[in-house]
């Protein structure tokens, strides 16, 4: 069983930064990938990306790629979401969630467990 709770959220403008923390409960969080997915009003919620169990490799949807980076401290049981270049279509509802072992599945029903969430408002 894993906990996540999620932070950093908040109101920026347009293309400033946030950086969005997840931090899990568990010992055997280290062997758990983990990705951030993200939810606007009357929208499905949308992969974002994903960072394997040892942080090797990570996976971004074409929309935030080269704006956003996934990262990881095993010691401290904490995923991290650095958002650069923010826009106004980055609004949502960002949600951290986790699953054992690897793979990096874009749909949300495949990842087995769920933080509470953070709101994201980007202002033009």
């Known amino acids: 069983q894993v906990q996540l709770v999620e932070s950093g959220g908040g109101l920026v403008q347009t293309g400033g930064s946030l950086r969005l923390s997840c931090a899990a409960s568990?010992?055997?969080?280290?062997?758990?990938?983990v990705a951030w997915f993200r939810q606007a009003p009357t929208k499905e919620r949308e992969f974002v990306a994903a960072?394997?169990?040892?942080?090797?490799?990570?996976y971004y949807v074409d929309s935030v790629k080269g704006r956003f980076t996934i990262s990881r401290d095993n010691a401290k049981n904490t995923v991290y979401l650095q958002m650069n270049s923010l826009k106004p279509e980055d609004t949502a509802v960002y949600y951290c969630?986790?699953?054992?072992?690897?793979?990096?599945?874009?749909?949300?029903?495949?990842?087995?467990?769920w933080g509470r969430g953070t709101q994201v408002t980007v202002s033009s």
């Open positions: 568990g010992r055997t969080f280290s062997t758990y990938a």
């Open positions: 960072i394997g169990r040892n942080a090797a490799t990570s």
């Open positions: 969630a986790a699953r054992p072992g690897g793979g990096f599945p874009l749909k949300y029903r495949e990842w087995n467990y």
